[in-house]
């Protein structure tokens, strides 16, 4: 049975956002189309400081609306990322935060807190998109390292999603400069899926929430150092 609008809406919302909405994670999961289009509305909330030349309260807003499941897989791949290469596995799974999880989480609101200080709202609301897009990149175009969060929502995943989902790509194209700034995002989403790949044996939901930050962090910043 296809799933409403609605139904796909509040699933998309409460599951990625902080909203109070009440949704079905299932539903969510076979529409995976949805996560750009979660992030530009997503970006547009968070712009809204930007509107007014008050960027850097964007980072408040940020937090408060994504929340911290995302910022959390930072972490953990942080602390994997700095573990010798026959622990990276054990130290992706490891519920305590590191001093490697707490370096990148440093680094992470450093490049946030520099690129909303000169970066406008449009800007802002393509760089969320394109990271919304970076996951469904990943989730599309994975397999998953176990059978966890990440293999989860894999299982209905399809070629179709990442069509649908890159329409609102479209924005992109208002600018030379949103151009590169998706070229990067690319870029940096297949860096992340080979290291992945490599050093875990696939993608976990970890690595997705990963792709979410540093996507939006380096877009953020890319385009903060073309203006």
């Known amino acids: 049975m296809a799933n409403t609008a609605l139904e796909i809406l509040k699933s998309s919302l409460g599951f990625l956002t902080t909203l109070p909405l009440k949704g079905d994670i299932d539903v969510l999961r076979r529409n995976l189309w949805i996560f750009p289009f979660i992030g530009l509305f997503l970006g547009f909330l968070i712009s809204i400081p930007a509107f007014f030349g008050f960027g850097v309260l964007c980072i408040i ?3 408060a609306f994504e929340g911290i499941n995302h910022i959390d897989g930072l972490a953990d791949f942080g602390d ?3 573990a010798p290469r026959d622990k990276k596995l054990k130290a992706l799974k490891d519920l305590q935060t590191g001093s490697g999880g707490v370096a990148f989480l440093c680094i992470y609101f450093i490049v946030l807190y520099h690129s909303f200080l000169h970066v406008n709202a449009l800007e802002i609301v393509l760089s969320q998109t394109f990271a919304k897009f970076s996951m469904l990149m990943l989730l599309t175009t994975s397999k998953p390292s176990w059978d966890g969060m990440g293999a989860y ?3 209905f995943a399809s070629k179709k ?3 649908i989902g890159a329409i609102p790509l479209i924005l992109a194209f208002i600018k030379l400069e949103s151009l590169i700034g998706l070229a990067f995002a690319i870029f940096i989403t297949l860096c992340l899926k080979y290291y992945a790949q490599s050093r875990f044996g696939g ?3 970890d690595v997705i929430g990963t792709a979410n930050c540093l996507t939006f962090a380096s877009t953020l ?3 903060c150092l073309l203006n």
Do not use: K, N
């Open 80 to 82: 994997a990322f700095f």
């Open 161 to 163: 999603d990442l069509l």
């Open 153 to 155: 929502f894999m299982e």
């Open 61 to 63: 807003l940020y937090v």
């Open 203 to 205: 993608i976990s939901g």
């Open 221 to 223: 910043l890319i385009l």
